[in-house]
């Protein structure tokens, strides 16, 4: 039985989905990568994980369904580049508003969204608690793809812990999706390394935030190294992401909050 929500007839949503189903909404972007990824690169590692997640998930007994990608997200740090398709915070808010008003009439009572790009997740974190107190839905939000900056070590090229954008990691992956569409002989070394030397702000998990846009780094757009890049590290990279998706697929299947109207 399929388990893409949209191959499903209506009737079937009602007679087949249950309070203890989860509803997963893989979400990405159109943008700018450079000149050697494609625009849909967020949106492809995103669906890719979120597949094979559910494919793994149900093998171990999860009720888990696969909603349509949500492919154009907020892109606005990429704005100059010619190709970025990106929605405003507020149309976005109201996208995803409307979707769980929408979910909110089938039985199922958790949504997941598996986000593949750096720039919804403030919004998704607002979201998830408006879905919460308008709709009384369980909402999450998690990561498509955990993968790290390159090291330096291993072949790998020294990102400095910058490579967030076009580098090492999200190459590789893409090499291992898509290699049709990544072009090596464009791969360009472009890290802040400057950003190395503070210890709170910066990227990749350090504390203190602050606004950018992409070319704020250097007219490429990239902010990360993809020499060195290869689908032998992408599959890892790919591998790893999907067995830490399922791994929070089980605790969201095992977490509950309380029922509300």
């Not at 990429?78 to 995803?96: D, I, K, N, Q």
């Not at 999706?177 to 464009?186: A, G, K, Q, T």
């Not at 910066?202 to 060195?228: A, C, E």
Request: net charge negative.
């Amino acid at each position: 039985m399929t388990r893409k929500f949209a191959e499903l007839s209506g009737p079937a949503v009602s007679s087949i989905m249950t309070d203890h189903s989860i509803l997963v909404v893989p979400i990405g972007a159109v943008e700018h990568h450079g000149p050697h990824l494609p625009l849909l690169t967020d949106s492809l590692t995103a669906e890719a994980v979120a597949d094979a997640a559910i494919t793994l998930g149900l093998d171990a007994g999860l009720d888990l369904w696969q909603l349509p990608t949500l492919s154009l997200g907020k892109s606005d740090e990429h704005y100059w580049a010619p190709g970025t398709l990106w929605l405003s915070a507020s149309t976005l808010m109201a996208v995803l508003e409307d979707l769980g008003r929408s979910i909110a009439s089938t039985p199922a009572s958790k949504l997941v969204f598996m986000n593949g790009h750096g720039g919804n997740v403030a919004l998704l974190q607002v979201a998830v608690r408006q879905l919460r107190r308008m709709f009384g839905l369980q909402t999450f939000v998690m990561p498509a793809m955990r993968v790290a900056a390159g090291t330096g070590e291993s072949g790998e090229p020294d990102e400095f812990g910058q490579g967030i954008h076009g580098g090492y990691a999200e190459t590789s992956v893409v090499m291992h999706l898509r290699p049709d569409l990544v072009d090596e002989s464009l791969f360009a070394r472009n890290v802040p390394e400057q950003m190395a030397g503070y210890q709170h702000l910066g990227f990749n998990g350090k504390p203190v935030q602050f606004g950018w846009l992409s070319n704020d780094f250097g007219p490429s757009g990239v902010i990360g190294d993809p020499s060195g890049a290869s689908a032998e590290a992408g599959r890892r990279g790919f591998e790893s992401s999907v067995a830490l998706a399922v791994e929070a697929l089980h605790e969201i299947d095992r977490f509950s909050l309380p029922a509300r109207g």
